[in-house]
């Protein structure tokens, strides 16, 4: 080949190499299997999959929530939707209630009211439902990580005790075992108490969430502890 035949295949390739890289990206469709994003906005600090990511298969138990005729599913802070044989990530619906938080969350004061601020979403603790409600986003410029003073704060909305156990397996359990084991606990225990708490309120009026919590915490506890593992 002569120098100047390599010379012209040379330049060919570079004008190639740099009309592709000039291409703009696709202005349509998912974004690529395991893309995240980090969340910094009020010191957060936490890595999530970006809205429009999918995945092939779900979190282990997420709660379900059903909205109309749409159904979405909520783990770890996280919201997907099906989207054909799979799911897509997308953002979390407002006003539906969630039965616990993530298990990372920043709180913010606004107006003495805490919000609970994870990927990009808002959560107020909501009484009456006994639940945690996604709401619409607050202004920044009043939300503070600093809580005001005891006297500024709405005394109506503390959030209640949370539903979080710290399991350990003392058998040296595998993680596939473990989360059949708390699988298995959660369905024993909420048939036992007849509180769910991947349902809105538990599943129980307002005025008897309190006991029904209880129960379905000390059965749980109870489960778990009598398959080897320590429960706190």
Known sequence: MTRS???????????????????????????????????????????YPMHGAYVRELPHAPVVINRGSSSFFYSGGVWYRPRGPHFVVV?????????????????????GLPYYYANDTYYTWNAAQSGYEVVAPPSEEQASTQPPPASEQQASTPPP??????????NGQSEEQQASDKYECHRWAAAQSGFDPTQSGGGVPPEQAGEARDNYQRATRACLEGRGYSVR
Not at 14 to 24: M, N, R
Not at 162 to 170: I, K, R
């Open 161 to 170: 005790p949370s539903d979080e156990l710290f399991v350990y397996p003392q």
């Open 5 to 47: 035949i390599r010379g012209v295949l040379v330049a060919a390739l570079a004008c190639i190499a740099w009309s592709a890289q000039a291409q703009p990206p696709p202005a349509h469709g998912p974004a690529p299997r395991g893309a995240q994003h980090f969340d910094a906005r009020f010191n957060h600090n936490h890595y």
């Open 91 to 111: 953002p979390a619906p407002i006003g539906v209630f969630v039965p616990v938080l993530p298990a990372f969350y920043t709180t913010l004061w606004v107006g």
